[in-house]
C-alpha cells in the first residue's frame, strides 16, 4: 500500500513538472524567434525618457520567466504578460510572428518601438484573454482590423500614434462595433487615429479614459459622455467638424473627471455655471477655440485642484471673477484673446508659474 501511494506520488510530480516544463521551452523558442525578428536600433524608442533594449539580455541561461518584460502564470508557467515598451525595437509583426504563439497572453505592451509603418496584423484578435493591450507610438498605419474588437475581456487598448501622413485608420462600423463589443472597457486611447465618423452612442460604463483627440470625429458629441459614471479623462480636442452642448442637468461623472480636453470643439454656447460646481476634481481644463460666449462663470473660482486651465481664442467677455487667478493649484492659465474687460485684482499666488492674457482690454492691477 505504501508503494502504491509512493509511485502515485512521483506520478503526480512527474505530470506537474511536465506542466511547468514544456510551456517554458516551447515559450523561450517563440520569444527568441520574436527577438530574433527585430534589430536594436536607440533612435526607435527617442521619445521615451529611458529607453533600454529589453530582449539584449534574453538567452537559454536563464529560464524565460526570468526575463526582463516578461511574466509567467506561478501555477500554469504560461507566459502571461509582456512588456517591451521602449524597447527601441525595429522591424515589423506580421501574421507569421512567433509572437501569436503566446496564447495565453492577458497584458501585452510594445508601446514606443519603430515597426515600420506596418499593419497591425488580425492575429492579435486571437489573443482570447488579452486585458491590457498597448501598441501605441510605435509607427504602425494602415487599416485597423476588425478582429480588435474580439478582444471581449479587454480592460484597457491603446492605439494611439504621433503625429505623421502613415495614420491608423478605423472604419466606422469597425469604431461601433469595438465600442459594442469591448464592454468592460476602461481606458480607450485613439487619439491620432483616423476615424472619421459620428460619436456612436454606446459607451462602456466602465469607462474611465476616452481619449480621441485629433480622429476626424463629426457631427454632435453625445450627451451621454458627459454622464458616464466613472469618466476621469475625456480628450476629444481637435475635431473641427465637432459639436458639442454643455449637460443641462448635473454632470454625473462630477466625482472622478480630473481632465477636461475639448479644444477645438465648436460649443457656440456659454459656459455653464455648473461647471465650476460639479467638477471640482478637475485638474486640467483646456476650452481652446471653442467658440465660447458670454462670461466667465464665478463658479470657476470653486476649482481648487485646477493646475491647467486654457480658455483662449473664445468671445468670452466681461471681467475675471474674483479669486480665479489665486487658485491655490493653479501652474498654467490662458484666457488670451477673448473680449475679457475692467481692472484686474492684485492677486496672490505660490503655484502660478504661467499667465497668459494677451489679446484682451484688461486693466492694470488694483489694490
Not at 478605423?170 to 483616423?194: A, G, I, P, W, Y
Not at 454643455?246 to 457656440?268: D, E, G, H, I, M
Not at 474687460?341 to 499666488?349: C, I, M, N, V
Amino acid at each position: 500500500m505504501g508503494y502504491a501511494v509512493i509511485l502515485l506520488i512521483v506520478f503526480l510530480c512527474h505530470e506537474v513538472s511536465s506542466i511547468s516544463i514544456l510551456p517554458h521551452k516551447h515559450q523561450t523558442i517563440s520569444l527568441l524567434k520574436f527577438k530574433q525578428s527585430f534589430t536594436i536600433d536607440p533612435s526607435a524608442s527617442n521619445y521615451c525618457p529611458k529607453p533600454y533594449p529589453k530582449t539584449s539580455s534574453w538567452n537559454t541561461s536563464r529560464d524565460c520567466c526570468s526575463w526582463d518584460g516578461v511574466v509567467c502564470d506561478d501555477i500554469t508557467g504560461h507566459v502571461i504578460e509582456l512588456d517591451l515598451s521602449c524597447s527601441n525595437l525595429n522591424g515589423t509583426i506580421d501574421s507569421n510572428s512567433s509572437l501569436f504563439q503566446l496564447s495565453h497572453l492577458q497584458r501585452l505592451n510594445l508601446t514606443n518601438n519603430n515597426f515600420s509603418n506596418s499593419h497591425i496584423s488580425p492575429e492579435f484578435g486571437k489573443f482570447s484573454s488579452l486585458t491590457h493591450l498597448d501598441l501605441s507610438y510605435s509607427y504602425f498605419s494602415g487599416q485597423i482590423p476588425s478582429e480588435i474588437s474580439h478582444l471581449s475581456k479587454l480592460h484597457s487598448l491603446r492605439l494611439s500614434k504621433y503625429f505623421d501622413s502613415n495614420k491608423l485608420r478605423l472604419t466606422t462600423h469597425d469604431f461601433k462595433s469595438l465600442l459594442q463589443n469591448l464592454t468592460q472597457l476602461r481606458e480607450l486611447h485613439l487619439s491620432e487615429v483616423n476615424i472619421s465618423s459620428t460619436i456612436p452612442l454606446n459607451f462602456s460604463s466602465h469607462l474611465t479614459t476616452l481619449s480621441l483627440t485629433y480622429t476626424g470625429l463629426y457631427g454632435i458629441i453625445p450627451e451621454s459622455i458627459f454622464h458616464l459614471p466613472n469618466l476621469e479623462t475625456l480628450e476629444l480636442s481637435i475635431n473641427y467638424e465637432l459639436s458639442g452642448y454643455f449637460p443641462k442637468t448635473k454632470w454625473n461623472s462630477s466625482a472622478y473627471l480630473s481632465v477636461l480636453s475639448l479644444s477645438s470643439v465648436n460649443f457656440s454656447d456659454n459656459l455653464p455655471e455648473s461647471l465650476g460646481y460639479d467638477l471640482t476634481s478637475l485638474h486640467y481644463l483646456a476650452l481652446e477655440d471653442c467658440n465660447l460666449r458670454g462670461h466667465i462663470p464665478e463658479s470657476l473660482s470653486n476649482l481648487t485642484r485646477i493646475e491647467y486651465l486654457y480658455l483662449s481664442y473664445n468671445s468670452l467677455n466681461g471681467t475675471i471673477p474674483p479669486g480665479m487667478l489665486s487658485l491655490p493649484s493653479l501652474n498654467t492659465i490662458d484666457l488670451s484673446f477673448n473680449h475679457l474687460s475692467g481692472p484686474l485684482e492684485d492677486f496672490k499666488s505660490n503655484s502660478l508659474i504661467s499667465i497668459d492674457l494677451e489679446g484682451n482690454q484688461l486693466q492694470a492691477f488694483t489694490s
